[in-house]
């Protein structure tokens, strides 16, 4: 057996990575994608992994696009099958940014419902921009299986990746604008609004689909005076008061 050379470029790359520093890692990473080494592939995706500052892990996942998709791909494919999910996570982030159709192998249902939201909101990014043609449709009822889920940017994530996905997800999003939970309720209407508009702004749509929600509710529930009161953003006058913002409407309210 070949012993392993511990001072080839690849050795010294991935000291480089180790360091303290985060400017020195940064630089190390933008080197890596400078002059690109078929064996940088393999540290640069294991640094990903585990890599703490959000600027190196950009400057990483730009030195991973400066090499050949035949090696990055397949080796990142590999790599969303991590248990750890920050791993999974920039597989996914850098499969979106290639761009390359054999990524699309890489997504699963498991993935799509991944329970950390990281991991999940780079899942539907990536599927969105990935999906063959033909399989919209089935991609669009999984991802609208996650409304109402986590935090304001998590479902702005979804929202934008249904948007991506087109007209073809506006059937199943009018069918969720009755659910039971707010939470799904609010934003199926914005997700639906995103579609028809992607340049809109989210927050708004999300106000918007607050008031006219509340409405609906003060009319089934009080009559034409509750509505208005609703309409008007009046608490008194309508049960949606306390609701504020994304963040306050859970996908179980």
């Known amino acids: 057996m070949t012993p392993t050379d511990s001072t080839g470029p690849a050795d010294r790359l991935r000291r480089a990575l180790q360091t303290a520093s985060s400017s020195d890692r940064l630089q190390s990473a933008l080197a890596a994608g400078t002059r690109p080494d078929p064996a940088f592939v393999e540290v640069l995706v294991q640094r990903c992994a585990v890599e703490p500052d959000f600027f190196v892990r950009d400057m990483l996942t730009w030195a991973l696009l400066r090499h050949p998709a ?11 099958g991590s248990d750890v999910p920050q791993a ?12 390359d159709p054999r990524g699309w192998s890489a997504i699963s249902t498991e993935l799509l419902r991944d329970p950390d ?4 909101r780079s899942a539907w990014r990536t599927a969105a921009g990935l999906v063959p043609a033909g399989q919209e449709a089935g991609l669009a009822a999984e ?23 087109g007209e073809v997800t ?16 609010l934003h199926a209407a914005v997700s639906a609004a995103l579609v028809r508009d992607p340049k809109a702004s989210f927050d708004s749509l999300y106000e918007e689909a607050q008031r006219a929600d509340a409405a609906a509710r003060a009319r089934a529930a009080g009559g034409p ?15 949606a008061g306390a609701e504020s913002g994304p963040a306050a409407s859970g996908a179980g309210a």
């Open 70 to 80: 035949a090696r990055t791909v397949p080796r990142l494919v590999y790599e969303v």
């Open 88 to 99: 999974r996570s920039q597989a996914l982030h850098t499969l979106s940014k290639i761009g």
């Open 117 to 120: 939201d990281s991991v999940a």
């Open 143 to 165: 991802l609208v299986s996650q409304l109402g889920r986590g935090s304001r940017e998590t479902r702005q994530s979804l929202s934008r990746a249904l948007a991506v996905l």
């Open 170 to 185: 506006l059937p199943l999003l009018e069918a969720r604008r009755t659910d039971d939970r707010s939470g799904v309720r």
């Open 225 to 239: 005076a509750a509505s208005a009161a609703a309409a008007a953003g009046d608490p008194a006058g309508s049960a």
